[in-house]
């Protein structure tokens, strides 16, 4: 039977790609999915992971769950995004084994794979060649475990699974956070603030840093293939491959802002990009290139911006009238 007809389980689903996933699923007429977030169970806690899937008996899972910092929570805070992560892939990948889940397709990163000299464009069989880069270690290792638990429970259960390797994702529903966001939800929320104000935006690093960027519909769409086709280990990206600098120059065409380059700030992996050869063998192919991406991201941004203003306008009269 169709999976589509079956119960579905998405952990955060309240996230940038659990909104997007959702919104294709409904298109993909999935009716019975049930979508969990941080507020609603924590999953690092065993018991209400046990609890979730008790309730919910799902047949089909998407884990796109997990704790997410940017190049600087990485670095920060690298025990707690080693933990957490272990504890919440871990409880999923065994609750889905003891209810006996069909399949699982979970979010891997792109940060697994080591910089390797004189590779291009990475191949899943070289996930476990050297180290993850420095900068994110720590969820990087998480990762990887995540990959060796569902390996081991298809040798063991007859699990079967996609760990798909995600490029830089962008979209709505992003963590727009300076500090400890990602690279492009970073970069919106500074460009954004910089036009309210009239100041410079000042931006990490040379700009050189390139990446696979994905937008969170394209995403969204890849994971519908792989839980219809796909297998193992996964690529996933829109093959879109752009700078740093790419991103800060369509910002800049967006907002009209001035930017300034901090040099003495780290650039992260330089190079870090993939062969997505697997994912395009079951048919995939991104719609959306990276200019109208971010144009959509920004804007759906701004017109969040405004609503927040315009209640805390509101609110500020209402209590000025008390």
Known sequence: MDWRKKRILITGGTGMVGHALCKRLCEEDCR???????????????????????????????????????????????????????????????????????????????????????????????????PPHSSED?????????????EASRKQYGTKYVFAISGNLYGEWDKFDTEYGHVIPSLIKKFYDAKQTGEQVSVWGTGIAVRDFSYSQDTARALVYLMDKGDGATNIGSGFIHSIKDIVDVLCE??????????????????????????????????????IGLRKVYEWYEVQKGVENEYRRIDNRSYCCL
């Open 32 to 130: 019975n999915m049930v979508l969990v977030g941080s507020k609603e169970y924590d999953l690092r806690d065993r018991s209400k992971v046990e609890n979730l899937f008790f309730i919910t008996q799902p047949d089909y899972v998407f884990h796109l769950a997990g704790k997410v910092y940017g190049i600087g929570g990485n670095a920060k805070f690298k025990e707690t995004s080693l933990y957490d992560n272990v504890l919440i892939n871990s409880n999923v990948i065994n609750a889905a084994n003891k209810y006996k889940v069909k399949k699982i397709v979970a979010m891997g990163s792109g940060c697994v794979y080591s910089e390797l000299p004189d590779v291009k464009f990475l191949k899943e069989e070289q996930i476990w060649l050297g």
């Open 138 to 150: 720590s969820y990087a290792h998480a990762k990887r475990l995540m990959l060796a638990h569902l």
């Open 254 to 291: 967006i907002t009209g802002c001035d930017v300034v380059w901090q040099k003495e700030k780290p650039n992260g992996q330089l190079e870090r990009y993939y062969d997505l050869s697997k994912l395009k063998s079951l048919g995939f192919e991104a719609k959306v290139p990276l200019h």
